[in-house]
């Protein structure tokens, strides 16, 4: 049986530009037939067919798991020309963020298919908020015990111990010591807002 075809809402389809012939050189330069493109996606074969035919529009989840298949990022996908960045952030041009409380700093280039953060957890700070959303989170302990939640199970992690997760699994993130907590955390959600992500508390207008 072949996997059913996700339906997309037509607004997000409008926002994104044709694709279609990226998706089919991409797939060629992977060498994979699109039979096993598609399965590896979570994608019907005739529904990929329609995608690469530009029949129709893929949604930014589709976009995600797609690049994880053909080994790029989004903006590849898109047919994206990125100018080139600097491969090194100094600590000096970190600037602090706040958000619900928590701390962030940017630790890599934006616009990349990962984006790196330093994020400070004070405790008790929105440690009730559990988010879902696309894409992969890894983050890394640094100083003080972090309260991850996968799903139903509640996990204590310690300096040096570290995490990576699917974010459609819903997750919640608290610091464990009324010192807070420090971590490296890097997600592949292209362009989100941390706010949007796990990270402090959603700012008026913003998803939670």
């Known amino acids: 049986m072949?996997?059913?075809?996700?339906?997309e809402p037509p607004e997000a389809a409008e926002a994104l530009p044709a694709v279609a012939p990226q998706l089919?050189?991409?797939r060629r330069r992977a060498s994979l037939t699109l039979e096993a493109a598609a399965r590896t996606a979570g994608l019907s074969p005739a529904h990929l067919s329609?995608?690469?035919?530009?029949?129709?529009?893929?949604s930014l989840p589709m976009l995600l798991a797609l690049a994880r298949v053909?080994?790029?990022?989004?903006?590849?996908?898109l047919g994206e020309t990125v100018a080139d960045r600097d491969a090194v952030v100094r600590a000096a041009d970190m600037e602090p963020t706040r958000a619900g409380g928590w701390t962030y700093w940017q630790a890599g280039a934006p616009g990349r298919g990962m984006q790196a953060l330093r994020v400070h957890v004070p405790y008790g700070a929105q440690g009730d908020i559990v988010r879902v959303h696309p894409g992969e989170e890894w983050l890394y302990v640094?100083?003080?015990?972090?309260?991850?939640?996968?799903?139903?199970?509640?996990?204590?992690?310690?300096?040096?111990?570290?995490?990576?997760?699917?974010s459609l699994t819903p997750h919640r993130i608290a610091a464990a010591d009324r010192g807070g907590a420090d971590?490296?955390?890097v997600h592949t959600l292209l362009q989100s807002p941390a706010t949007a992500l796990c990270l402090g508390g959603p700012s008026q207008g913003e998803p939670t």
């Open 2 to 7: 072949s996997p059913a075809e996700p339906v």
């Open 24 to 26: 089919r050189e991409l």
């Open 50 to 58: 329609r995608l690469e035919t530009g029949q129709r529009q893929p």
């Open 70 to 77: 053909y080994g790029t990022t989004v903006s590849e996908l």
């Open 142 to 166: 640094i100083e003080g015990r972090l309260r991850l939640s996968l799903g139903d199970t509640a996990h204590t992690l310690a300096p040096g111990d570290s995490a990576h997760f699917d």
């Open 183 to 185: 971590l490296l955390f």
